[in-house]
Nanobody, 121 residues
Framework: VQLQASGGGSVQAGESMRLSCTTS????????VGWFRQAPGKEREFVAS??????TTSYADSVKGRFTISRDTARVFLQMNTLTPEDTADYYC?????????????????WGRGTLVTVSS
């Protein structure tokens, strides 16, 4: 099972970026999926999660209203608008153990390699 995040890069503050995460080896249509990020010198933190039927989403307060998570059966997306330098981090996608949204790292089983997002002022 492999997850691969893509779409990272460098942008100016106020711009937008869309991250994608693809899965291989199996589909996760019955599992919630999520995005986390880790800035240099900081712990990995929750960004967003979406349930298996896309009926429920959850966001960190720091990104609420700016980021949107979506999915299909094999991919997860993170639309990021109005980016700020504080959003600079490595972004990781992950598949949860269960079907419902969760912001706990311990509830995610499969992790992809990160994609770096750099936002300059």
């Amino acid at each position: 099972v492999q997850l691969q995040a893509s779409g990272g890069g460098s942008v100016q503050a106020g711009e937008s970026m869309r991250l994608s995460c693809t899965t291989s080896g199996r589909t996760f249509s019955n599992n919630a999926v999520g995005w986390f990020r880790q800035a240099p010198g900081k712990e990995r933190e929750f960004v967003a999660s979406i349930s298996w039927r896309s009926s429920t989403t959850s966001y960190a307060d720091s990104v609420k209203g700016r980021f949107t998570i979506s999915r299909d059966t094999a991919r997860v997306f993170l639309q990021m608008n109005t980016l700020t330098p504080e959003d600079t981090a490595d972004y990781y996608c992950a598949v949860a153990l269960g079907s419902q949204v969760t912001n706990s790292k311990d509830r995610y089983r499969y992790w992809g390699r990160g994609t770096l997002v750099t936002v300059s002022s």
